[in-house]
């Protein structure tokens, strides 16, 4: 009688355990469940931003695209507002590609010999870090730097714009002085990196005139180019 209540009650425990078992495997699923529901929705709702984000980028650009057509439909039947704004668009984009003389506040940059002659790499450095900094307009030695410029070294000289140069250098830059001269001086700088090596001084200024690019075709070729028509 002992023996048989001892395998009920055992049974039972086992039945119980089991039970529980799976009782605990189901919530764990429905865990892993939600959990992963969660997941996906917070995914989907970030697809969603960015495709929202996407889609206004894309409705700005439309709009810009439909006000320029606006603009050439307008100029095109004469309108002097519209030709007055195309004009502008034209002296914003000869500015842009170095075909006119700008000036404005920025920093002038003097690199003379000192251990070692100033190489190539030296002048592109700084010049990569005014780019950085923000400058607008940059020359050196009176030579307008512009997209196509190359600067290289043909010892005795550093031919920038094909044009020989030997040192001291002086790199114009126009742009926020304050943001520019930081820039140059930073901890672990291009200047710091180069001051064991040659002679440096950074001056801030009001009044930076910076020339245009040669128009000899000498630095801008277009020769050989051939628009292509929609």
């Known amino acids: 009688m002992k023996i048989g209540r001892n395998i009920a009650i055992t049974a039972v425990c086992i039945i119980l355990g089991i039970m529980v078992a799976w009782q605990y495997k189901s919530i764990n699923y429905n865990q892993n469940a939600m959990s992963y529901q969660n997941q996906r929705a917070e995914g989907l709702m970030e697809e969603l931003i960015r495709l929202q984000k996407n889609n206004a980028d894309l ?19 004469g309108s002097d507002e519209a030709s007055k704004k195309l004009l502008e668009e034209l002296d914003i984009a000869r500015t842009f590609a170095g075909f006119s003389d700008v000036k404005g506040k920025g920093v002038t940059v003097t690199v003379e010999n000192d251990l070692y002659n100033v190489l190539d790499s030296d002048i592109l450095a700084l010049i990569n870090e005014l780019r950085a900094a923000g400058a607008q307009a940059i020359s050196v030695n009176d030579e307008r730097i512009v997209a196509v410029t190359e600067i290289r070294d043909a010892p005795p000289y550093t031919m920038i714009n094909k044009a020989p140069m030997t040192a001291p250098f002086t790199i114009r830059a126009i742009g926020n002085p304050d943001q520019l001269e930081n820039s140059l001086n930073m901890i672990n700088g291009v200047i710091e990196s180069l001051q064991d090596f040659l002679k440096i001084s950074v001056k801030k200024s009001e009044d930076i005139f910076i020339p245009k690019v040669r128009e000899d075709g000498s630095v801008i070729k277009v020769d050989l180019l051939n628009p292509v028509s929609n």
Do not use: G, H, I, P
Not at 61 to 75: C, G, I, M, P, T
């Open 59 to 77: 409705k700005t650009q439309l709009q810009k695209l439909q006000d320029d057509v606006r603009l050439y439909e307008s100029a095109k039947a």
